[in-house]
């Protein structure tokens, strides 16, 4: 049988007009199996009831996808959507719409830069859950997970090793000054597509800022740690290499800002970046003061 394509453009006026039958024949084989055609319809057509229209509020670019978020004329409910480059569709989620205003507009006090050298990508991040999957966990609401890319993807070769992905190794500064206030390390970096829920952050720092502010820089390469408790630490220095350990697919960078010493139990804060920047998931970062001293140089 030959596969039903529509454009991605599209979507949000065929789930109005309940053209959920054509919608499901363009869904992969894996989401097919998950839930029958009979079950989408009955979902999507009750998903439906008051809606005028949607619109597209996000559509980021992910490595393999393109990632789109709809949402209904009363911003209360959400679809989001990831084509694969066949415009297959490889996932839809259909979710009430929910924020958390209070929490969103307090930010930090002081400013931050992303503790990474070079350019990332952010994969996940961003003030709701449909870019940011962490938001609706009140101790890492504002967290960000950074990723390297390179073409279309985070890995070269075969995603089996972390030595194939970009991010793997690559050093981690601080964000900003302050003191090393804990550290774990010698955890070992998972198999990729592996992970350790039991140590949800793998090997970590944590710096105590001004104003009562914490940083966690997560998921750090076994034994690469270069700083030690009660170090004063000035912003951009080397703290470790990225790596794969602790709750962790693939090697990445978890960096996230709380109230807290205690980064489990404490309020993750919105952070407030030096160059004004507010990163979401799809946009590439670099270090302001990297980028600052690149453009005195006069190398773009």
Not at 78 to 101: D, G, K
Not at 185 to 195: C, F, K, L, S, V
Not at 272 to 294: A, C, H, M, W
Request: charged fraction near 25%; hydrophobic fraction near 30%.
């Amino acid at each position: 049988m030959a596969f039903t394509s529509i454009k991605p453009e599209e979507f949000g006026e065929l789930f109005k007009s309940e053209d959920f039958k054509k919608i499901y024949e363009c869904t992969s084989k894996d989401f097919q199996q998950l839930i029958s055609l009979e079950s989408f319809v009955e979902l999507a057509a009750s998903f439906n009831r008051g809606v005028n229209y949607y619109q597209v509020e996000f559509n980021t670019w992910l490595p393999n996808s393109n990632h789109y978020v709809w949402l209904d004329d009363q911003k209360e409910k959400a679809i989001s959507v990831s084509f694969n480059e066949h415009q297959v569709i490889q996932s839809l989620y259909l979710r009430p719409f929910v924020t958390y205003p209070e929490s969103d507009n307090h930010f930090t006090q002081n400013t931050y830069s992303m503790p990474i050298r070079g350019d990332w990508f952010v994969f996940w991040g961003g003030a709701n859950e449909f870019i940011n999957y962490h938001y609706v966990y009140e101790n890492q609401r504002y967290a960000y997970d950074l990723v390297k890319v390179q073409g279309d993807s985070s890995y070269q070769n075969a995603p089996s090793q972390n030595e194939n992905f970009y991010a793997f190794g690559e050093e981690i500064i601080a964000p900003a000054k302050g003191k090393v206030i804990k550290i774990i390390d010698g955890m070992i970096d998972n198999t990729p597509g592996e992970m350790d829920d039991q140590n949800p952050a793998g090997n970590y720092v944590v710096i105590e800022h001004s104003s009562e502010e914490y940083s966690l820089l997560a998921h750090l390469k076994k034994n690469s740690i270069k700083v030690s408790v009660g170090e004063l630490v000035e912003e951009g220095q080397f703290i470790g290499l990225c790596g794969n350990s602790g709750n962790s697919s693939e090697p990445h960078l978890h960096f996230q800002v709380t109230d807290s010493s205690d980064f489990e139990n404490g309020k993750s804060l919105r952070i407030q970046f030096k160059d004004g920047s507010e990163p979401i998931q799809g946009d590439r970062v670099s270090n302001v003061l990297e980028y600052k001293s690149t453009l005195d140089k006069g190398t773009r």
